[in-house]
């Protein structure tokens, strides 16, 4: 399939930029350019009934949402949500349209978490902060689902696995945006769509050298969830991939792993689509449906309906 029309635009006006690229400037610089970047694309932030700042231990920041019309003593089951980013850039500000459109469209509690990145604090410092998060909200909620978008994705998947194998706290669905599950770096797909749609072989190189400086650690599970030995008794998921993407094949790998090895496995790719892209509902109307697909297989899940 060819890319959507308005993704066509949207790569021609970033050609155009007189930005430089992420993996040619310092992580604090990239972090402004991603940010400001990706909020003239989001769409307008919708308004919920809660949203502020909390501390898990560690202590680890979170931005805490209630949707529209909660009521402060609702009982709410609770998604907490891992921002993208390549585990160096992103924030609760780059994510903070999606999480309100998530907590209003599931009806659910969503927490950010504001987890430590490189190259400042190298891996596994994000994995453990995400961990005592998710630890942390599953103690105030009797439903826990854990979801992320790329390096969020990650996280997510790393968190569900990690819950598995010590025993808690129950996560019950796991919602996966183009998920980054393989440090190698050697699908296909890396190769296919690695330069021209944003996400570019060269910027996921930069940001796995700040994240991942001990070459070591490109085979730990923690950072290559695709290489943990089994992804038996994982709790469903929704897995969204995009067809231009360097991310896909792993992304698709992933889902259909988990499938084989008896997980509940819900799974969708936008061929016509480009890493990021559910961020960009400003501009881009199938990111909405996306986000609105996310927050019916949320309610589902937390309904214990299978679909």
Same mark, same amino acid.
């Given at each position: 399939?060819?890319?959507?029309?308005?993704?066509?635009?949207?790569?021609?006006?970033?050609?155009? +930029?007189?930005?430089?690229?992420?993996?040619?400037?310092?992580?604090?610089?990239?972090?402004?350019?991603?940010?400001?970047?990706?909020?003239?694309?989001?769409?307008?932030?919708?308004?919920?009934?809660?949203?502020?700042?909390?501390?898990?231990? /560690?202590?680890?920041?979170?931005?805490?949402?209630?949707?529209?019309?909660?009521?402060?003593?609702?009982?709410?089951?609770?998604?907490?949500?891992?921002?993208?980013? /390549?585990?160096?850039?992103?924030?609760?500000?780059?994510?903070?349209?999606?999480?309100?459109?998530?907590?209003?469209?599931?009806?659910?509690?969503?927490?950010?978490?504001?987890?430590?990145?490189?190259?400042?604090?190298?891996?596994?410092?994000?994995?453990?902060?995400?961990?005592?998060?998710?630890?942390?909200?599953?103690?105030?909620?009797?439903?826990?689902?854990?979801?992320?978008? +790329?390096?969020?994705?990650?996280?997510?998947?790393?968190?569900?696995?990690?819950?598995?194998?010590?025993?808690?706290?129950?996560?019950?669905?796991?919602?996966?945006?183009?998920?980054?599950?393989?440090?190698?770096?050697?699908?296909? +797909?890396?190769?296919?769509? /690695?330069?021209?749609?944003?996400?570019?072989?060269? +910027?996921?190189?930069?940001?796995?050298?700040?994240?991942?400086?001990?070459?070591?650690?490109?085979?730990?599970?923690?950072?290559?969830?695709?290489?943990?030995?089994?992804?038996? /008794?994982?709790?469903?998921?929704?897995?969204?991939?995009?067809?231009?993407?360097?991310?896909?094949?792993?992304?698709?790998?992933?889902?259909?792993?988990?499938?084989?090895?008896?997980?509940?496995?819900?799974?969708?790719?936008?061929?016509?689509?480009?890493?990021?892209?559910?961020?960009?509902?400003?501009?881009?109307?199938?990111?909405?449906?996306?986000?609105?697909?996310?927050?019916?297989?949320?309610?589902?899940?937390?309904?214990?309906?299978?679909?």
């Amino acid at each position: 399939m060819s890319l959507h029309p308005k993704i066509v635009q949207l790569l021609e006006r970033a050609a155009q +930029s007189p930005l430089p690229q992420l993996y040619e400037v310092p992580a604090h610089v990239a972090r402004r350019i991603y940010r400001d970047t990706r909020a003239a694309l989001a769409p307008q932030a919708p308004e919920v009934a809660e949203s502020r700042l909390t501390l898990a231990p /560690g202590p680890v920041a979170l931005r805490a949402y209630r949707p529209l019309g909660a009521k402060p003593d609702d009982a709410l089951p609770a998604l907490v949500y891992f921002h993208g980013g /390549g585990w160096v850039i992103g924030d609760l500000d780059t994510h903070d349209v999606l999480c309100r459109q998530l907590a209003n469209g599931a009806r659910c509690a969503v927490y950010s978490v504001d987890y430590r990145m490189g190259p400042e604090h190298p891996f596994p410092a994000a994995v453990e902060d995400c961990i005592a998060a998710t630890r942390f909200v599953a103690s105030r909620h009797a439903q826990v689902a854990v979801g992320g978008d +790329s390096a969020g994705g990650n996280l997510a998947t790393v968190v569900a696995l990690h819950a598995r194998d010590a025993g808690g706290p129950a996560i019950a669905y796991q919602l996966l945006i183009y998920p980054a599950t393989d440090q190698r770096l050697a699908h296909p +797909s890396i190769r296919r769509n /690695g330069e021209g749609y944003l996400l570019t072989k060269k +910027s996921m190189d930069y940001f796995q050298a700040q994240y991942l400086p001990n070459k070591s650690d490109l085979l730990d599970w923690r950072a290559s969830p695709l290489l943990a030995r089994s992804l038996a /008794g994982l709790p469903p998921a929704y897995v969204i991939t995009a067809g231009y993407d360097p991310l896909l094949d792993e992304g698709r790998e992933y889902a259909e792993r988990m499938a084989k090895e008896g997980v509940d496995v819900s799974y969708r790719e936008y061929a016509d689509m480009i890493h990021g892209f559910i961020l960009f509902g400003g501009v881009l109307d199938t990111a909405n449906a996306a986000v609105q697909e996310c927050c019916e297989k949320l309610r589902n899940a937390f309904a214990g309906v299978t679909a």
